[in-house]
T-cell receptor, first 114, second 110 residues
Framework: AQKITQTQPGMFVQEKEAVTLDCTYD???????LFWYKQPSSGEMIFLIY??????QNATEGRYSLNFQKARKSANLVISASQLGDSAMYFC???????????FGKGNQVVVIP | DVKVTQSSRYLVKRTGEKVFLECVQD?????MFWYRQDPGLGLRLIYF???????EKGDIPEGYSVSREKKERFSLILESASTNQTSMYLC?????????FGPGTRLLVL
């Protein structure tokens, strides 16, 4: 079974500052992928970044980076230079390689203030 | 760019009606998924499909069925809608590991 935990309360972030969203996971699969999605108030889930469990380097995608610590089973998302458009719910998800069934966390709410 | 579209953004139906939610993707993806999203419960997988005419149950299939007659289209069917099926429904498609989502359908069953 796979489990994703996102327990941070809603966050207010000053524009242009960095924010870190916590995600811990539990899985018995030897190889897996970790994903972060953004869901603005419009409802669409937007794919942000992916990290494979065997990737040696932390994934980066523009202003998004994933702080992957395999031994601690954590995959935190870092958003640098926050923008007003970053205000959204952020979901962490986990899935084993070769199997598209993802387990999603409950999400982190981020509000960016000017 | 991957594009996943859903037939309606908002839908209001009455209890007992048969409801069809349509999802279309334009990237020739093999895999398609239907989720529902409820406050405090996160996303839960209803059904998924790895190929045309192939379907597998997710975590909460009760009260739902699906149809995949063509690769690009995956339909979710509520045979007899009930008020506890009021929710946000999200469709996704994938080729390798990453799932790409449609805009979602907010369904209200009265």
């Amino acid at each position: 079974a796979q489990k994703i935990t996102q327990t941070q309360p809603g966050m207010f972030v000053q524009e242009k500052e960095a924010v870190t969203l916590d995600c811990t996971y539990d899985t018995s699969d030897p190889s897996y992928g970790l994903f972060w999605y953004k869901q603005p108030s419009s409802g669409e889930m937007i794919f942000l970044i992916y990290q494979g469990s065997y990737d040696q380097q932390n994934a980066t995608e523009g202003r998004y980076s994933l702080n992957f610590q395999k031994a601690r089973k954590s995959a935190n998302l870092v958003i640098s230079a926050s923008q007003l458009g970053d205000s959204a719910m952020y979901f962490c998800a986990l899935g084993p390689y070769g199997n598209n069934r993802l387990a999603f966390g409950k999400g982190n709410q981020v509000v960016v203030i000017p | 760019d991957v594009k996943v579209t859903q037939s309606s953004r908002y839908l209001v139906k009455r209890t007992g009606e048969k409801v069809f939610l349509e999802c279309v993707q334009d990237m020739d993806h093999e895999n398609m998924f239907w989720y529902r999203q409820d406050p405090g419960l996160g996303l839960r997988l209803i059904y998924f499909s790895y190929d045309v005419k192939m379907k597998e149950k997710g975590d909460i299939p009760e009260g739902y069925s699906v149809s995949r007659e063509k690769k690009e289209r995956f339909s979710l069917i509520l045979e007899s809608a009930s008020t506890n099926q009021t929710s946000m429904y999200l469709c996704a498609s994938s080729w390798e590991e990453t799932q790409y989502f449609g805009p979602g359908t907010r369904l209200l069953v009265l």
